[in-house]
């Protein structure tokens, strides 16, 4: 754990001492993602203003999902959702071979590789948002914060297994660059509460592919109004996990190198 940790120290030191090399770069990199990131909430304000609403869900309840939801991706993105975009470099570069020959496993070796320090800007707008959200509630008591931090982690869980679909999908599509929009428009589910879809809908998104618990089942806990069946999701989370694992790995045994 602790060599982890140590690798992982390294990276974020190198990486931070590029990214400040250029300044100015940086700033206005994170600058554009909060941006980016407030426009969803900025069109939820606007439908509330208008008179409609997430029915059963207040302004700042549905804030509060769309805070988490970014925040949850302000946290994996940085360190291992960029396998991604590392795989479909280096595979398509013909470079990734170099993995293979490091004294490490080969999807660890990835992550570390992977990690963008710019992608902390999500993280920043993900804790305005939730706090603004939350600043107009009631506080969370212990049990609500408790369930919401399992929760939350279960949010890892299902995002690391989604980088592992799509990283593992370009050992064999290398060409399929588009893989990032497919992910947004699968995880854009969950940023909406999930009692506005119809009942099946709102099962295969917590039961087959847990898009809900990205956002608003974490929100739901928190807010002390948890949805039955979330622990059945957070069971679901680790399926889903081991079948990313084990997908990447299938895929990874697949790959022919820059030879091939």
């Known amino acids: ?10 990276i974020m030191k190198t990486k931070l001492a590029e990214r400040m090399a250029y300044r100015a770069d940086f700033f206005i990199s994170i600058l554009m993602m909060l941006i980016g990131d407030l426009m969803f909430p900025l069109v939820t304000l606007l439908l509330y203003s208008s008179g409609a609403s997430f029915p059963g869900w207040t302004l700042r309840e549905a804030i509060l999902i769309q805070g988490i939801f970014t925040l949850a991706k302000g946290v994996a993105f940085p360190f291992f959702f960029g396998i991604v975009s590392t795989t479909l470099y280096h595979v398509r570069e013909g470079s990734y071979d170099i993995f293979l020959l490091k004294p490490r496993s080969v999807l660890f070796i990835t992550m570390v590789s992977s990690f963008d320090i710019d992608d902390f800007g999500r993280l920043i707008s993900g804790g305005l948002l939730t706090g ?28 690391f297994a989604f980088s592992l679909f799509l990283s593992g999908m370009l050992f064999k599509w290398v060409g399929s660059s588009r893989v990032y929009e497919i992910f ?25 592919i847990p898009i809900t618990m990205i956002g608003f089942l974490p929100a739901a806990a928190l807010l002390g109004r948890p949805v039955a069946g979330s622990w059945v999701a957070g069971g679901v989370c680790f399926l889903f996990l081991g079948a990313g694992l084990a997908f990447w790995h299938y895929m990874l045994r697949n790959y022919t190198s820059a030879g091939g």
């Open 132 to 159: 603004w959200a939350l600043s107009g509630m009631m506080v969370p008591g212990a049990g609500e914060w408790l369930q919401f931090g399992v929760l939350f982690l279960c949010s890892m869980i299902v995002l």
């Open 1 to 10: 754990m602790k060599s982890v940790l140590k690798c992982y120290a390294a």
């Open 184 to 208: 947004d428009s699968v995880s854009l589910f969950g940023m909406y509460p999930g009692s506005i879809f119809s009942k099946t809908f709102q099962n295969g998104l917590t039961y087959v």
